[in-house]
């Protein structure tokens, strides 16, 4: 693995099509997310490289996997990664641990390695569902879902499906707490993010209710 192989997988990505909340520039901030953590973190090149090659891929199965069965992108970005990653010549135990990173990116795998390239891009993808860009994508994702429902309260726990756009921020993006993230450095930046997304939840509820 190595930048010319990352460059080369950016021209890839820039050809095909996407889901607009998991589309080719989330990729690319999840892929800035990591460069900047394993800056900070003074991670090696090595497992940089492997992480950063998750960031690019690791939703890419998402043009393919019908809203139905969106609990399964990882599993077809995976296959779609180990095609894109031979085609490039990329060696078989790094397209392994390339996939083992997809495969387990998602928030609900937090803690589940202790792998450190799959840690990182863990942080990397969970920083883009928190804070400001999180907000916007909650509100584009879907447009036939209400903004704000007062009649229905946000669950205790997310199941998959919120009623409104506010509840969604509510019971997925707040859970999203410092605790949930791998390094220092995302605990720290989470902490700054997660209180943005309350005061936009706060500041959006008062003037629902005519306060302001």
Wanted: with cysteine; hydrophobic share 40%.
């Amino acid at each position: 693995m190595n930048n010319e192989i990352i460059n080369k997988i950016k021209e890839d990505l820039a050809t095909l099509e996407f889901l607009s909340s998991h589309d080719y520039y989330h990729l690319l901030r999840v892929y800035n997310n990591v460069v900047m953590l394993c800056s900070e973190e003074e991670i090696d090149k090595y497992i940089a490289l492997i992480a950063q090659a998750g960031a690019l891929l690791h939703d890419i199965g998402h043009k393919k996997v019908t809203y139905t069965k969106k609990n399964e992108h990882e599993q077809e970005s995976a296959e779609i990664a180990k095609e894109l990653l031979a085609k490039h010549g990329v060696e078989k135990d790094e397209i392994n641990l390339v996939v083992e990173c997809i495969l387990n990116h998602r928030a609900s795998k937090q803690g589940a390695s202790d792998l450190l390239p799959i840690q990182i891009l863990q942080d990397a993808d969970r920083l883009d569902a928190l804070g400001a860009i999180a907000i916007a994508r909650t509100f584009s994702y879907d447009s036939n879902r209400p903004i704000y429902l007062p009649e229905q309260p946000p669950k205790e726990e997310y199941d998959g499906i919120s009623l409104s756009s506010i509840n969604h921020i509510v019971e997925k993006i707040l859970k999203l707490t410092p605790d949930t993230f791998n390094t220092s450095v995302a605990q720290i930046i989470a902490h700054e993010r997660l209180l943005y997304v309350q005061e936009f939840v706060d500041e959006f509820l008062q003037e629902w209710n005519g306060y302001k």
